[in-house]
């Protein structure tokens, strides 16, 4: 690991549009050539790795930090948290994850000349879900410890942009991004579902949500709970809807936001665009990815996008960057905060390809090693016990094309540990947390800038209902596989 440096260059742009719509492109064509089989291939990371990843990301003279306000620097400081990795008693650790499932009964309303024949994506550099007439999204939860269904079920009311959306480490909030408008939505344990306004302004105060209302007018490009569910990160968009060069962090009991930003010595901002945000364990890091300038192996100046984890403590920063590959969407392991995952894109066309990547970041250089080589975008995370991964990668058998696989990791060898297997068809991972981690409903995170309601996690129109007596499209809130029976019970936040 290195302390970054930073270099300002006129560049060609290169946007993750462009290995996002090859991405789902290349999922539908090989997943209808693959039979039943995961379309992934085993650890297949081209060269040494120690060569690849001995890149600075960003390759100049002048040190590089991010820029805290002192007041969030001390919030921060004052939630770290001791991380006990589940299971440390001896038990057995399942894994509990959210993610995006498809609704395949009805079809979004679209006009006559749209093209419905593949996905497409928005200008903000990630799927949008107003982009595919076919499908509409929502956050689904697949916990073993409540349901017996191997589905999951939906736990949103409102469409969801194709982001991954993040849970607490207890299972009690859930974030994620809403398709119509972009804006930021929170579904609690007990407060229900509530999302921001486009006009932060409106309704402030009302109802006790006004932390939950002090969003940008224009909306976010991703979203990242921290493990307590006090803190969201967020990356806003601009005035323009374009993404911007910095994450945003919201206290989620005050509605306090705060910037902050990758600055050189004379405080100007190294990063082009920020793509995805993830806390550590602890809640004392950052892993995010940025588009910085670079120079192609042939020298040719560049943009690349590149994975930087940053110390809410220090401001330091670590970083990962290798010539002509795009390193995107990293995610923070769950028992404890030395390990991320992210995915090292490159090819063009036809030839794009994603290896996902693990490295520890405990050590004063970084080890690194290549898991596995799939389609981009593949999303990945860890379990609950850092023990696998999960990412989207083609499946024939899916009607979307793409499932959620499960690979196991050894992080002693930074290998592969095992072969891939389907967890979930027609469904985009998000994030994972100890399965049965919330009694009741509740949770140290849960409640967080919460509204006071009692059970009406599927109304966001709705905030003081107690009964979630608004149900249009929810006919039997408690009946998730459909047997008539009501599937509700104590063992976690969402009733089922």
Request: negative net charge; aromatic residues 6%; glycine residues 12%.
């Amino acid at each position: 690991m290195q302390r970054l440096q930073s270099k300002k260059a006129s560049t060609c742009k290169v946007t993750r549009i462009t290995l996002l719509v090859l991405g789902l492109l290349l999922w539908q064509v090989q997943a209808m050539a693959q039979g039943d089989q995961v379309g992934v291939a085993p650890d297949q990371l081209p060269g040494q790795v120690a060569d690849l990843f001995s890149v600075d990301p960003l390759q100049s003279a002048g040190e590089i930090e991010m820029t805290i306000p002192s007041k969030l620097k001390q919030t921060i400081a004052a939630k770290a948290r001791q991380v006990t990795p589940p299971g440390d008693g001896g038990e057995p650790v399942e894994t509990a994850f959210v993610y995006l499932l498809p609704d395949l009964t009805q079809s979004s309303q679209g006009s006559d000349d749209s093209d419905t024949s593949s996905p497409s994506a928005s200008g903000r550099g990630r799927f949008d879900a107003r982009q595919q007439p076919q499908v509409l999204w929502y956050v689904g939860l697949l916990d073993p410890t409540q349901s017996d269904s191997a589905q999951g079920a939906q736990i949103s009311q409102t469409p969801a942009a194709i982001v991954p959306p993040s849970v607490t480490s207890d299972g009690s909030m859930v974030a994620f991004v809403e398709a119509e408008a972009n804006m930021i939505c929170l579904i609690d344990a007990q407060a229900g579902e509530v999302c921001d306004e486009a006009t932060p302004e409106a309704d402030a105060g009302a109802g006790g949500q006004s932390s939950r209302q002090a969003a940008p007018t224009t909306g976010a490009v991703d979203v990242a709970l921290s493990p307590d569910g006090s803190l969201l990160a967020y990356v806003p968009l601009s005035a323009t809807e374009e993404p911007v060069d910095y994450f945003v962090i919201r206290d989620l009991a005050t509605g306090e936001e705060s910037p902050v930003r990758i600055t050189d010595e004379s405080g100007q901002s190294v990063l082009q665009t920020v793509g995805s945000v993830d806390f550590s364990a602890d809640g004392m890091k950052i892993a995010f990815d940025a588009l910085v300038p670079a120079q192609s192996e042939s020298g040719e100046a560049t943009l690349q996008w590149v994975v930087l984890v940053g110390d809410f403590n220090t401001g330091e920063l670590v970083g990962f960057g290798i010539p002509d590959m795009q390193l995107v969407n990293p995610a923070f392991s769950h028992a404890t905060s030395d390990f991320i995952t992210f995915e090292a894109v490159s090819g063009e066309g036809e030839e794009t390809t994603t290896v996902l990547v693990v490295a520890d970041i405990s050590q004063p250089e970084a080890a690194l090693g290549g898991i596995i080589q799939s389609l981009p975008p593949a999303w990945p995370g860890f379990g609950a016990d850092d023990m696998s991964l999960y990412f989207i990668a083609p499946i024939q058998v899916a009607e979307t094309g793409v499932g959620i696989v499960n690979i196991p990791v050894d992080l002693t060898t930074l290998e592969a540990a095992g072969d891939p297997v389907l967890v979930l068809p027609d469904a985009i991972f998000g994030d994972a947390y100890a399965a049965g981690g919330v009694t009741g409903g509740g949770g140290a995170g849960g409640g967080t800038g919460g509204t006071g309601d009692d059970d009406d996690s599927n109304d966001d129109d709705d905030s003081n209902d107690d009964d979630d007596s608004n149900d249009d499209n929810d006919s039997d809130d408690n009946d998730s596989d459909g047997d008539g029976s009501d599937d509700s019970g104590d063992s976690g936040p969402f009733s089922f």
